[in-house]
């Protein structure tokens, strides 16, 4: 089960540092990343890294403001969100996959491994 961490409220510019912990088991050959929910909207996907070679991949809704990275020690992966707009107003969730394409395709819609999210609210 993974546990997304670090969401709040900040103004329009503000920055948080979303924590993606695993309990039970270790990230290892996996690639992780980040979806998010807007209200009223579908899930989208945000980010992705590999555990391994930590490749990154990103939507182009965040390329250049967010920031996905990994603590091999902590077996945390983080998402160091930046320059936030009122859009990026959402509830943040993490998944694993087997590698990044896997994961980009994921159907949001019918994915049921979600685990808790974190709710990131953007004041304009």
């Known amino acids: 089960q993974l546990q997304a961490s670090g969401g709040g409220l900040v103004q329009t510019g503000g920055s948080l540092r979303l924590s993606c912990a695993t309990s039970?088991?270790?990230?290892?050959?996996?690639?992780i990343g980040w979806f998010r929910q807007a209200p009223g909207k579908e899930r989208e996907f945000v980010a992705a890294?590999?555990?391994?070679?930590?490749?990154?991949d990103y939507s182009e809704s965040v390329k250049g403001r967010f920031t996905i990275s990994r603590d091999i020690p902590k077996n945390t992966v983080y998402l160091q969100v930046n320059s936030l707009k009122p859009e990026d107003t959402a509830t943040y969730y993490c998944?694993?996959?087997?590698?990044?394409?896997?994961?980009?395709?994921?159907?949001?819609?019918?994915?049921?491994?979600w685990g808790q999210g974190t709710l990131v609210t953007v004041s304009s």
């Open positions: 998944l694993t996959g087997s590698n990044i394409r896997d994961i980009k395709n994921i159907n949001p819609a019918s994915f049921r491994s």
């Open positions: 039970g088991f270790a990230f290892d050959d996996y690639a």
């Open positions: 890294i590999t555990w391994t070679a930590a490749t990154q």
